[in-house]
């Protein structure tokens, strides 16, 4: 059975198809340099760049997998959460695929495929038994799941305000590192010094539910006072980076510290990350020694598995055929579509 799965929530421009066996293509085209001038995704600007890619980047992904649009079982796009205007590009692009080719549409919930992305086979050394709790820690959203299986996924508690990703992206843009936040934070916090302590929100709380806009607002308060206390000139380098490995510990520490604690009260000793900020360098490294520290398994996918994809799509998208499930040509893309 082989699924063609296509992603456009948000900047980055995907296909992929894949097999029970696993990933036969997957191309990801990045918006990167379009959004970087803003600082963050325009929202009109992705739209226009998903139609410049799309036809490409499936063409692209059909060859790399070298099949045969007869070879296709049934087309998958993330019809939701996202942004609207990128949604519908690669919905849009599906559903036409479909009906041309009159073979079915599954639309496909993109955190459901973030929390998946560890069980596609072939791409780590082990694979996930369900049940198992899972961090998803992206841009757009911030929570911890309990995944029962991969058609039953429950929320045990997330953010109240900004997601762990739109974190690392305010505080970089604050700091003037540039866009996306993520990746450059972390380049620059693996550099050995000081750190800045920033309070760490709703710490004590047995609860998982994280808040991450106090820090994105402690950090600019912190940065407005050294600034100030310098005669207005920008932080010296080294007074920058005590900033950002202050950050970033804050962050990560809290991710971990919840994420773990679900999966002992839950009594569930497998964790998996997911999301963009499951690439993280210190999320890792911190995640493997307080798991190891509590015998829990810890299982992460290969970071670009753990960033947008379209084969985490396409392999949530083949679960969901596999069962039957199928999708009207009507149906219309989702901004928001909790778990
Ligand atoms: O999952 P993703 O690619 O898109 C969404 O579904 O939102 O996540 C993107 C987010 C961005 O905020 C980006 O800055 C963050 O993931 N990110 C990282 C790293 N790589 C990407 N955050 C921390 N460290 C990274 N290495
Ligand atoms: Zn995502």
Known sequence: MKILGIESSCDETAAAVVSEAGVHADVVSTQIATHQPYGGVVP????RDHMRQISRVVSETMTQAQCDWSDIDAVVATQGPGLIGALVVGLQAAKTIAMARGIPFVGVNHLR???????IPGEANAI?????IALLASGGHTGIYQVDAHDRITCLGQTRDDAAGEAFDKVAKVLGLGYPGGPIIDRLAQTPGDEVTFPQSLRQRRSYEF????IKTAVAQYVANAMKAHGDAPLPDEELLAVV???????????????????REKQIPRVVLAGGVAANSALRAHAQEACDDRDLQL????RHRCTDNAAMIAWAGLLSFR???RTPLSASPRASWPL
């Open 299 to 302: 299982f992460m996918p290969p």
């Open 245 to 263: 490995r202050g950050f970033q510990r804050a962050v990560v520490e809290t991710l971990v510290r919840k994420t773990v604690l679900a999966a």
């Open 113 to 119: 495929g973030h929390m998946l992305a560890a069980r």
């Open 323 to 325: 069962d039957g499930m």
């Open 44 to 47: 009109e600007l992705a739209s």
């Open 128 to 132: 996930p038994a369900y049940p198992y």
């Open 211 to 214: 808040s991450f806009s106090g």
